[in-house]
């Protein structure tokens, strides 16, 4: 993967995946909060360059789906990035109000490693 290489993280809350204790979703409406907050900060960023770029080479994307612990890791993690002015979109599910995945704009990787690499391969 070259440095330029143009990634979309998704990052989700481990404590809501299935088969765990608490508020737990099935598999496919776990996988449908992932989706939503891609397909939610692909709209919100169409408009990039990196977006475009993103869009443009369907057959190369790279989407890297990340973990955090719970709600507060999540929170954490949408502030740090704004604070680094990386664009995302945090998804909340309604009409619960939870906030269940993030998802950044499509991005050089470079540009957001520092303040994801810390996060694990969601398993």
């Known amino acids: 993967m070259t440095a330029n290489k143009i990634v979309q993280y998704v990052i989700m809350r481990k404590d809501l ?7 737990a979703f099935s598999t496919g409406a776990f996988i449908a909060q992932a989706c939503h907050a891609a397909a939610a900060a692909l ?8 977006t475009t770029r993103f869009l443009n080479d369907l057959e190369n994307m790279t989407v890297c789906v990340l973990g955090v612990e719970d709600k507060i890791e ?5 502030q740090t ?3 680094g002015e990386i664009p995302f979109h945090l998804w909340i599910e309604k009409p619960e109000n939870i906030p269940t995945a993030l998802a950044t704009a499509p991005v050089e990787k470079q540009a957001v490693w ?10």
């Open 74 to 78: 999540l929170e954490s993690l949408a």
């Open 43 to 50: 709209h919100r960023f169409s408009s990039t360059d990196p």
């Open 114 to 123: 520092e303040l994801v690499g810390h996060l694990k391969l969601l398993r």
């Open 81 to 83: 990035l704004a604070n």
């Open 17 to 23: 995946l299935p088969n765990k204790k608490s508020k």
